[in-house]
């Protein structure tokens, strides 16, 4: 057995029995949504990191680098990074209320419909999330493939049911089972890149001899493909073109600052300050891991000039390991791509099962409030997890896209749609309903037609489908009338009235 | 090499610790222990006293 599989078995093996004792530790609905509510700040920043560090990020970042040049720094790095920075102002305003919300289309049901029962703009926002992040667990199923499938041999198509055992053991447990693999994931992240960025400088003799040849060369990205022009790899806008990479940088920063995940995720620590702490430490953790993948995907270039015939730039990383590192390091760096897949995976698909589960099923049933009905909720979560899972390892089989290019498309509809909603909800008492629906509507017609047809003037597709989302917001919540009390007081006020606090705990549904 | 990109990167830095310091002195100024007042921008536990 190999130095790979040995690593991987025992990697495996500490991840799924973390999981089964996080499991054990549910009690009720809210343990498995948001840990209830009572997430440190270590606990925090390790889930949240992982979450950054998906296969898009560990993969598809210096797969970028190394075939568009450093222009993927703006259009991706760059782009999260501001994401990161934004989030400690949204991550306050979600968790000031005492009673937070437990999911993403639950704050919208009571920032936009806290009169109805049941409340159609809270299922149309579950069910646009349940499709984008099954798309995201997707994507993970197939870089976990790629990655298992380059070191053992085994077909792509076997490697992805592989993935779907470890993921359901993973999930099983909510929230914080999820909490605390990510951050053991983070951990053996760090690791790896670093071990990959090392062995990368002492191949190639350091970071000179790294951009003289990045920018000077020549060699196409497949064996046998066009040549690049001279020195491309090393400008601004690379391969891209000024519009697609501020499009990218735009999807990426404004679209994941406001992706339902993150929402989510600053509704989880035990007070708005833990919440936007969390976010600041992250951004200052991630440059190092960036820094590594920076380093991995031009000194790549140098190593492995062109990729062979027949794959895309996502298999660099993978290839560069197996065929030039240390078995040891390249077993720990292999590892932290597939730990990179499975935390990602494993909350998207939490969010998937949430968002069909308590936030479309149990919202069209109406169900009554009771303790008995929140321990059937958390049953059902479990089955429709391991539902999704295997429908995103069917979806995955046989299929390839970029990776990170698919994280870009999602992020860039979630913010086109979500932006407004978010953000001027969070920032102005005046948005309303209409106003969200209208916006939600404008972003993503617009999105979807500038991605199809092209934005006009050349502009960047993102800033054309949210900003005319905002706008469109704007002009509506100043000629409709004003949403009720309830439905902003407790993301403004510190001390909210006894009806906004009996209307929160109304539509979480809490057990009386 | 252009080292815009790198620009980019490191504007971001600087914009995320002006938001941060910013939505902490709001907390801070509010004093409550719920939202998680300490006393100070960069912690979110208030030491406790020896007994």
Same mark, same amino acid.
């Given at each position: 057995m190999n130095i790979y599989l040995i690593v991987f078995i025992v990697y495996f093996g500490i991840i799924i029995a973390t999981s089964i004792v996080g499991a054990k530790k549910v009690e009720s609905m809210e343990d498995f949504a948001?840990?209830?509510?009572?997430?440190g700040l270590m606990l925090g920043i390790g889930t949240s990191i992982a979450t950054w560090l998906s296969v898009a990020s560990v993969m598809g970042v210096p797969g970028n680098i190394y075939s568009?040049?450093?222009c993927a720094i703006i259009g991706w790095i760059a782009g999260w990074f501001l994401a990161t920075a934004m989030m400690p102002a949204i991550a306050y305003k979600i968790r000031r209320?005492?009673?937070?919300?437990?999911t993403f289309p639950e704050f919208i049901h009571l920032r936009y419909?806290?009169?109805?029962?049941?409340s159609k703009i809270r299922i149309f926002v579950a069910a646009i999330e349940l499709v984008g992040y099954f798309v995201f667990s997707f994507i993970q199923v197939q870089g976990f493939g790629i990655v298992l499938s380059s070191i053992t041999g085994l077909p792509y198509n076997i490697c992805c049911v592989c993935f779907m055992i470890i993921l359901i053991f993973t999930c099983m447990g909510g929230f914080e089972s999820v909490a605390r693999t990510d951050t053991a994931n983070a951990i053996l992240i760090l690791i790896g890149v670093i071990a990959g960025a090392i062995t990368v400088m002492q191949l190639t003799g350091g970071w000179g001899n790294i951009v003289e040849n990045f920018v000077t060369t020549t060699a196409p990205?497949?064996?046998?493909g066009e040549p690049l022009q001279a020195g491309i790899l090393g400008t601004?806008?690379?391969?891209?073109?000024v519009s697609a990479i501020l499009s990218t940088f735009l999807s990426n920063a404004f679209g994941a600052a406001v992706a339902p995940h993150w929402v989510s995720r600053f509704?989880?620590?035990?007070n708005a300050k833990t919440a936007a702490l969390q976010m600041f430490w992250v951004l200052i953790l991630l440059v190092p891991i960036f820094a590594c993948l920076v380093i991995i995907g031009m000194g790549g270039k140098m190593i492995m000039p062109s990729l062979s015939?027949?794959?895309?730039?996502?298999?660099m990383f993978p290839q560069l390991i197996i065929h030039h590192l240390n078995p040891v390091l390249g077993a720990l760096a292999l590892t932290a791509i597939c730990a990179a897949a499975v935390s990602t995976a494993n909350s998207m698909l939490l969010h998937c099962s949430t968002s069909l589960v308590y936030d479309i099923k149990r919202m069209i049933q109406g169900k009554e409030n009771s303790t008995e009905n929140d321990e059937k909720t958390t049953k059902e979560l479990r089955f429709w997890i391991l539902g999704l899972g295997v429908l995103a390892v069917l979806g995955a089989i046989g299929q390839f896209s970029l990776l990170a290019q698919g994280f870009t498309y999602v992020y860039g509809a979630f913010g086109s749609i979500f932006f407004a909603l978010i953000v001027v909800g969070l920032f102005s008492k005046k948005m309303n309903q209409p106003a969200a629906w209208v916006s939600m509507f404008v972003g993503f017609a617009l999105y979807l037609y500038c991605t199809i047809c092209g934005a006009p003037f050349g502009l960047p597709t993102f800033l054309v489908s949210a900003g005319l989302s905002v706008i469109s917001a704007i002009i509506v919540m100043n000629i409709t009338k004003k949403p009720p009390v309830e439905a902003y007081e407790a993301y403004f006020n510190d001390n909210p009235s006894e009806k906004t606090i009996a209307t929160i705990h109304r539509i979480r549904k809490d057990a009386v | 090499m252009s080292i815009i990109p790198f620009v980019f990167w490191a504007a971001t830095l600087v914009i995320g610790l002006i938001i941060y310091i910013a939505v902490a002195s709001t907390i801070e100024k509010s004093g409550l222990d719920r939202l998680?007042? #300490?006393?100070?921008?960069? #912690?979110?536990e208030k030491k406790t006293d020896a007994k």
């Open positions: 948001v840990g209830g509510n009572k997430m568009r040049g450093v209320p005492a009673v937070p919300c437990r419909d806290p009169e109805s029962e049941k990205l497949t064996e046998g601004t806008w690379g391969t891209f073109g509704m989880a620590p035990k015939a027949g794959v895309t730039s996502d298999y | 998680g007042a #300490t006393g100070n921008l960069f #912690t979110c």
